[in-house]
Nanobody
Framework: QVQLVESGGGLVQAGGSLRLSCAAS????????SGWYRQVLGKQRELVAS???????VYADSVKGRLTISRDNAKKTVYLQVNSLKPEDTAVYYC?????????WGQGTQVTVSS
């Protein structure tokens, strides 16, 4: 079984930065693709960044250049550095671990960007 716990969200002014962390338990962390997603109330959850087991990364076009995803397999943790935050980045950010077609989710962390 996998458990994911996000942290690092909060209230920040536009232009500021945050570093989100997602700590995993279980043995499959290093075997799966880790991703950060976000969801605004009433809208679908969307992928913002992912990092695969070989370290290759994918970013949504809307966040390219402002976000950096990284993973530390020894600590079973995936990070998301978010810079130049905009009010439209306000959302609940979820960590997801995908392994053999199944995605495990954390409980989410709220990020609110004030203008």
């Amino acid at each position: 079984q996998v458990q994911l716990v996000e942290s690092g969200g909060g209230l920040v002014q536009a232009g500021g930065s945050l570093r989100l962390s997602c700590a995993a338990s279980g043995s499959i962390f290093r075997l799966g693709t880790s991703g950060w997603y976000r969801q605004v109330l009433g809208k679908q959850r969307e992928l913002v960044a992912s990092v695969s087991i070989d370290g290759s990364t994918v970013y949504a076009d809307s966040v390219k250049g402002r976000l950096t995803i990284s993973r530390d397999n020894a600590k079973k943790t995936v990070y998301l550095q978010v810079n130049s935050l905009k009010p439209e980045d306000t959302a609940v950010y979820y960590c997801g671990l995908t392994y053999y077609g199944r995605t495990y989710w954390g409980q989410g962390t709220q990020v609110t960007v004030s203008s």
